[in-house]
């Protein structure tokens, strides 16, 4: 359904389970394997050979019963598509050449495939590395800080300095017992950054959110043709 609404990073955490790869998001199993959503992947980009996608995979949490290493456990999976993961250690120069394929952001150690963003990658902050600018401010006392974090990084993604600038929406809020996590900041910064797009049609970056709405996403992708 992300795909078909117009989605195209992906932002995926994983466990290792002896060889197996399971979805997680710190403690929270996601109930999917890595094996399914590689599966939906490929086939979309298959049937859709004009499109790209980008994908951040990232280990999580600690592994179970590990029979293998996290990076072999990725990269042996990757490999099974040679056609359409990009084994590249840097980022597609044009929009032609990333057509057709998955450009992989490794956040995960040892890797050997795919553009290197493990050391170097800061926490709850904004922060440049390499050809990347991430804007990641994830533990939030206000949303209206939130807000300016990706204001800001707007205004960095419309420079020349960076080749791709990830401006994360997602976040949870600190204040109170237990924190509100990301789906009530959601109901409101979701709203709020879809007038945003609408009032500014030249907003530039990656924009990554939990709980996409097709609306959004129509929002989103609408900036690549103004």
């Known amino acids: 359904e992300q795909l078909k609404a117009g989605v195209r990073f992906f932002d995926i955490r994983l466990q290792l389970r002896g060889d197996k790869l399971a979805v997680v998001h710190s403690f929270v199993d996601q109930m999917t394997d890595f094996a399914d959503v590689l599966d939906d992947m490929t086939d979309f980009l298959h049937d859709h050979p004009t499109e790209f996608l980008l ?3 990232k280990q999580d949490a600690d592994p179970k019963n590990p ?28 929009v032609a050449d990333a ?4 450009t992989v ?49 707007f205004a960095v993604a419309a420079e020349p300095s960076y080749a791709l600038t990830l ?7 600190t204040h109170g017992f237990p924190p509100l996590y990301a789906a009530t900041p959601a109901k409101t910064l979701l709203p709020w950054l879809e007038t945003y797009l609408s ?26 043709f103004r």
Not at 112 to 129: I, K, M, R
Not at 167 to 173: A, G, K, M
Not at 199 to 204: A, G, M, S, V
Request: some cysteine; charged content about 20%; overall charge negative.
């Open 105 to 153: 952001l490794a956040r995960y150690a040892d890797a050997e495939v795919g553009v290197p963003a493990y050391d170097g990658w800061q926490d709850n902050t904004s922060f440049s590395l390499g050809e990347l600018y991430v804007q990641d401010h994830y533990a939030i006392d206000d949303l209206n800080d939130k807000q300016t974090d990706i204001v800001n990084t």
């Open 167 to 173: 401006n994360y929406v997602s976040c949870y809020l």
């Open 55 to 57: 994908v951040s995979i």
């Open 199 to 224: 009032d500014h049609p030249n907003t530039r970056g990656v924009i990554i959110c939990d709980f996409m709405t097709s609306a959004l996403c129509e929002q989103i992708w609408r900036c690549n």
């Open 67 to 94: 029979t293998t290493t996290f990076a072999d456990a990725v990269e042996q999976m990757l490999s099974a598509y040679p056609d359409l993961v990009r084994a590249d250690r840097t980022l597609p120069e044009t």
């Open 99 to 102: 057509r057709g394929t998955m």
